[in-house]
């Protein structure tokens, strides 16, 4: 009965802070958004505060875990993996300073893909037809959302695909790290080193905020950040990856309707299309990773 009751809680609840946690990062996106292109903040500059802000509410739980967590023999490693998430964090906010949050939100949707070709090429894994077809449609997808040869093409919409490509890179070194580091310890020193990094970054356009036209802005950023991460983390220790990845596509309409609602921003039908391809491209290339896991995992001796 007991088992019952916890795979009712893992199918339902699961979903539930996954979406949750896309709910929370669309507020912050917009957040972000209406900081850069409203008040004028520099991306690197916003930022900053949002993660310095997370980092405070999050510290209660890096306390908790962080003597056993800090123990580690790949401390280059933890550096490099930080350093891509916040290459991809800076280029993120960069691209939300200019461009609609529609086009942004679907571009970053690319990043499994980059996964995909990054585990090829630098992990030497197997790549079958049936991903290479999935990459080719996923990629397609988003070159009909970038439109390179239209008129309205921006060479900033090019700031979510490089974010999409640095967080793959990020997710590489992290799938890498799990042979050897615990979860914990991968949480604990992603919250140590963000700030630090994105501190560097930011002293070139300052880290002062006027409090009065920005200091709620990035109070509610950073809240948002703390509490998706959080949702995010909760999810996926309930559900498998696989099972929650159709709820994670819900924050696209979750975007694209704040976007809409704070800053007009209509989409164009193209966009749809070229979404509708890469949610269908990232969905099969998660069913098919998740059976091949489970088939490797029927193999291993008991």
Not at 106 to 118: D, H, K, R
Not at 235 to 248: E, I, K, M, R
């Amino acid at each position: 009965m007991t088992r019952y009751f916890s795979n009712i809680d893992s199918a339902i609840t699961g979903p539930a802070l996954i979406i949750i946690a896309g709910a929370f990062f669309a507020l912050t996106n917009t957040l972000l958004q209406y900081g850069a292109m409203v008040q004028g903040i520099p991306p690197a500059r916003l930022t900053f505060w949002q993660y310095l802000i997370a980092f405070c509410f999050m510290i209660p739980w890096i306390v908790a875990r962080g003597r056993a967590a800090l123990r580690t023999g790949h401390a280059v490693m933890h550096v490099l993996r930080v350093a891509t998430a916040v290459g991809g964090v800076q280029l993120w906010t960069m691209g939300l300073a200019h461009v609609p949050i529609w086009q942004a939100i679907a571009l970053i949707m690319l990043s499994p893909f980059f996964v995909t070709l990054g585990a090829h090429f630098l992990l030497k894994e197997e790549t079958t037809i049936e991903r290479w077809a999935a990459l080719t449609l996923g990629f397609g997808g988003g070159m009909i959302i970038l439109a390179p040869l239209s008129e309205d093409f921006s060479a900033y919409a090019l700031y979510p695909v490089c974010a999409a490509a640095l967080w793959a890179a990020s997710s590489l070194f992290t799938k890498r790290m799990t042979r050897t580091e615990s979860a914990e310890t991968l949480t604990v020193y992603l919250l140590l080193l963000l700030t630090p990094f994105n501190a560097l970054i930011a002293l070139d356009v300052g880290l002062a905020v006027d409090l009065e036209t920005g200091g709620l802005l990035l109070f509610g950023a950073g809240l948002l950040t703390a509490l998706a991460q959080y949702a995010l983390a909760k999810a996926y220790s309930l559900s498998d990856a696989a099972y929650l990845q159709p709820f994670d596509h819900v924050k696209l309409p979750l975007n694209v309707g704040l976007g809409l609602a704070v800053f007009g921003f209509m989409p164009p039908g193209s966009m749809w299309i070229g979404s509708a391809l890469i949610v269908g491209a990232s969905w099969f290339l998660l069913q098919r990773e998740a059976k091949l896991d489970a088939l490797q995992t029927d193999q291993e001796p008991a």
